[in-house]
């Protein structure tokens, strides 16, 4: 039989009606065997998340204030789940436990993960599935680094035991059983290292849209859902801004060859986007699979005779850069003429102190900061074996009255990426969708 990894978002589990929905998915299909869930999210646009509530109470008990309205606010968001669902949970003894540790040393990493706790603790209740407390056998090192060689023998020999189980998401413990946390929106990858761990045929990731779109549609008009992604091309595309998992989930799955299907809790019918290793067998890859962007970038352009012929100099100036913590996006050059792309913020304090190393060092006939750039990027498997996109690409940018400020190309070939002028941005973006898409 087949075995699927499901995990549910919190605005997939944010109330009693919500995690029956997810219920009814994982009940649907018997391969569905482990489900990682997160904290209820949500349930309006005006709502609080639970692991946001959760950090409010440890900042109250950490200053010495009343914590107990906060915890009765977090209490009523999971007792009305319990109530709702008619599932027996011991919410009190639990709530009773997490007083006791606000009272003597309160902890945020703690706290934040008590919400995957409880509502993974109240899903398997509800299913009838094991409960498994990922303290248990999600392990992090003392320096809060993730520790992935001794999570996958703990957590594989502990779920390859059980027929199903539902395991919470975010969080894992130290050796001595610290509770750390991933960093916001962890439990993506919770769902990605117990899909490695049982050697999954398949890792579903269950949210609130019907998968990845192609372009952002707060700026381009009901864009295309992919249908199908390479892992590659989802990196491309998230570094550059488009989100729909957290970042890191992919390495898991990806180095087991796992494929992932982003799935709609509110519409399961809808087959989502599956990111795959390589693409299914006879199906070619798109040319152009998406295009996202960024605002938020700076470039610094440097020009000096002969520069060309200076051995080093590239090397000098990416040191400089090197030396402050500042790492680099782009770096195109001509032959006398260098630029280095790189995100505004951290020019931030050093600016000057940047700026006066590059003269003192480099010697420049001209040195300046241009501030306010946006980068986009066009990014499909398809580009490499095909002509014409770039041609495709500059004249729409043309037609719009975009000026191209940077152009890259990946040596992969799979990406072609544009530097604009931020007030272009939303322009570029919907030229280029129009005339690649
Ligand atoms: N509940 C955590 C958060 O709000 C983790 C997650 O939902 O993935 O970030």
Redesign the pocket.
Known sequence: MQTIVVKF??SSLADAAQIRKAADIIKKDPARRFAVA??P?KRSKEDI????MLYRCEAAAAAGRDFEPELQAVRERFQSIIDDLGVSYPLEAELDVIRKHLKTAPDKEYM?SR??YLNSGILAAYLGFAFVDPAEVIRFHENGQYDAETTHFLLSNRLNGLENAVVA??YGAEENGRVR??S?????LTGSIVAEAVRADLYENWTDVSGMMSADPRVVDSPRVIDFISYQELRELSYMGATVL?EEAVFPVRRAGIAINIRNTNAPEDPGTMIVPSLPRGRRPRKVTGVAGRTGFSSIQIEKSLMNGEVGFAFRLLSILNAHGIPFEHCPTGIDTMSVFLRTEYLNGCREEVLREIRDELKPDMLAVEDELALLAIVGQGMAYSKGTAARVFTALAEAGVNIRMLDQGSSEMNIIVGVEESDFEDAVRAIYRAVM
């Not at 998340?49 to 946001?52: A, I, N």
């Not at 916001?184 to 993506?188: F, K, L, N």
């Open positions: 978002g919190g997160s904290a999210g998340k639970v692991t946001d934040a919400g995957e998401g975010f946390t991933f916001r929106g962890g439990s993506d957290h």
